[in-house]
């Protein structure tokens, strides 16, 4: 399959990226990458992201050449649909895309639905990131510095700094050549983990007090509302991560983070927008429950979202915590 994408690639005149909304490390890291590769082939290339792209990896090279806004689509010829278990995860452009011709799915989710002619997708992947560099060298196409840095930064986030249960050996060989290759590690740590906005430690403290725990002792919420980010002049960006807070909590198998979106229009009474993160400790699947809520995502991390109201949505999530009762491992 390898073979054939990169065909498709070298016979293609418009070439279209995207990846997926509220972009992660990964999700950007494998765009920039890919682009910046491409491009180097003679590719004429367009990036697009749906969302704004958190202040965190504005330092990426070319980070600014991505799009909000896709015009022209019929000139596309071939997209490529980055780090997306399903073509909706691009957004509101996804119909549009969709009429692309050629799509190329390249993912590492297990929820991943194979949408598109060509599918390079890897669940043994650390990341998205990891699958481009494979195709990258299977190119024969130079790594410079800055391809290298967005590899880099989208394997060490997708793997939360070579922690979660994704970390694989690819993680470290492909992060030690990206390092040959002209990384500085501890430059890219200081600008995805190292500084925080003041109203991000204010954030940080409203989310910690919000977290609840099941009566068995085995699942945590964490709450972060819209009246949360305004009272601390903060973003959605700044709710990235808090999550790993109420997942490292004692006993705790499951953790979810809902946030709460912008108002949904013309929605009757207390009904609100929600995306609910969720992560476990490894011995539940939580790509299936995500799954069962209508999202996906990988067995150590998911989310889905939904319309409804916030006491409904944790009644939904705290009716799930019977299922993680202490010697029987959910399925
Ligand atoms: P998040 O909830 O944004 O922290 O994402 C956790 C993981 O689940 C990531 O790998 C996402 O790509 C995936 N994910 C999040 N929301 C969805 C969704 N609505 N549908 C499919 N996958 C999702
Ligand atoms: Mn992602
Ligand atoms: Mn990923």
Redesign the pocket.
């Known amino acids: 399959m390898m073979k054939k994408i990169i065909q498709q690639l070298k016979n293609s005149k418009r070439v279209l990226l995207a990846s997926?909304v509220?972009p992660?490390g990964?999700?950007i890291g494998a765009l920039l990458a890919t682009g910046m590769a491409l491009e180097k082939m003679g590719c004429q290339v367009t990036r697009y992201n749906e969302s704004v792209i958190p202040a965190v990896y504005r330092f990426l090279p070319s980070v600014d050449s991505i799009q909000r806004r896709l015009t022209d689509i019929d000139a596309f010829d071939t997209a490529v649909i980055l780090?997306?278990?399903?073509l909706?995860?691009v957004g509101t452009s996804a119909d549009a895309i969709a009429t692309i011709p050629a799509i190329i799915n390249i993912d590492h989710?297990t929820?991943n639905t194979r949408f598109g002619q060509y599918h390079l997708v890897d669940v043994e992947a650390c990341a998205t990131s990891e699958i481009i560099y494979r195709l990258l060298q299977t190119m024969g196409l130079s790594i410079d510095p800055a391809i290298a840095t967005a590899i880099y930064t989208g394997i060490l986030t997708?793997t939360g700094s070579f922690r979660f249960s994704n970390t694989n050996r690819a993680a470290f060989s492909i992060c030690e050549a990206m390092v040959a290759a002209g990384v500085e590690p501890s430059a890219v740590a200081q600008h995805v983990y190292g500084t925080y906005s003041l109203g991000r430690i204010k954030l940080l403290n409203l989310a910690l007090d919000s977290i609840e725990i099941s009566n068995n002792g085995h699942l945590s919420i964490m709450t972060v509302t819209r009246e949360m980010l305004a009272d601390t002049g903060t973003q959605p960006e700044d709710a990235?991560g808090l999550?790993n807070y109420a997942r490292r909590i004692e006993d705790v198998k499951v953790a979810a983070?809902i946030?709460e979106l912008e108002n949904a229009d013309g929605a009757p009474g207390d009904q609100k927008r929600f995306?609910?993160?969720?992560?476990s400790d490894g011995s539940v699947d939580v790509?299936r429950i995500?799954?069962d809520f209508?999202?996906?995502?990988?067995a150590g991390?998911?989310?889905?979202?939904v319309e409804t109201s916030l006491a409904e949505l944790k009644r939904a999530i705290y009716n799930l915590s019977d299922r993680f009762c202490a010697p029987c491992h959910l399925n």
Request: some cysteine; proline content about 0%.
């Open positions: 997926h509220n992660d990964d999700a780090d997306c278990g399903d909706h995860r989710h929820t997708d990235d999550i983070l946030h995306h609910v993160s969720l992560r790509a995500a799954s209508g999202g996906g995502g990988h991390a998911a989310g889905f979202s």
